[in-house]
Structures are given as structure tokens and as C-alpha cells.
């Protein structure tokens, strides 16, 4: 299995950018998906969240309202949209996944995926 994220980089703060997390080795379609971020120093938290359908999604409360997770499950891949950034978002964005079999339940529990790409580094400057 790979995660592969793409689409960091250095923005100023109040501009948008999408990262994207490209899956292979396994049943897309069947995986819950979710974006996780690092800051330096700092704990991998729980960003975004999406069910193996696309139809229920759940956010930290930090990005709710400026962050959307979507999936393809045609090309295999996950996107974060993000806009309004502000520093404070600056950290390494990861994406997770691991198996779905209801579609109900999007953990916020890093443990709870089993499946992790490298990381995309995202810095917003003021």
C-alpha cells in the first residue's frame, strides 16, 4: 500500500491550496480516508476525515469551515482543499487510511489508521 501527498508549499496567509493524496496497492473505494497535520514540535493531529463513499465527512474544529475533504474514487485519491489559511496552519499535511465496512464511523484517532503516506509540507506565511 501507498499514500503518496503532493501539493504543498509556501502561501501567504488568506490564499487557498489543495493537496492531494494519490492511493495504489489497495481498494480505494473501500478505505476511509483522513488528512492529519504536524507542526514542529508538536503532536500529528486529526485534520479531516471522509467514508469510503464520500458522503460523510468530519473536520477538526480548527479547519471547519475553511478546509473540504473530497475523494475520487475513480482516480483513487483524496484531496484537502484548504482556504483562508492563516500560520498557524503551517505544519506537514499526512493522509491515512484504513478499511471501511460500514461507512459510519470516521475515527479522529491516529491509531485507528493503519496506512500512511509521507507527508506534504505546508507553510503560511503573514
Known amino acids: 500500500v501507498q499514500l503518496q501527498a503532493y501539493g504543498g508549499g509556501l502561501v501567504q496567509a488568506g490564499n487557498s491550496l489543495r493537496l492531494s493524496c494519490a492511493a495504489s496497492?489497495?481498494?480505494?473505494?473501500?478505505?476511509?480516508m483522513a488528512w492529519f497535520r504536524q507542526a514542529p514540535e508538536k503532536q500529528r493531529d486529526f485534520v479531516a476525515g471522509?467514508?469510503?463513499?464520500?458522503?460523510?465527512?468530519r473536520y477538526s474544529d480548527s479547519v471547519k469551515g475553511r478546509f473540504t475533504i473530497s475523494r475520487d474514487n475513480a482516480k483513487d485519491t483524496v484531496y484537502l482543499q484548504m482556504n483562508s489559511l492563516n500560520p498557524e496552519d503551517t505544519a506537514v499535511y499526512y493522509c491515512a487510511g484504513d478499511d471501511d465496512y460500514t461507512g459510519a464511523y470516521i475515527s479522529r484517532v491516529r491509531g485507528e489508521y493503519h496506512y500512511w503516506g509521507r507527508g506534504t509540507e505546508v507553510t503560511v506565511s503573514s
Open positions: 471522509i467514508n469510503r463513499f464520500g458522503t460523510g465527512t
Open positions: 496497492g489497495l481498494t480505494f473505494k473501500n478505505y476511509k
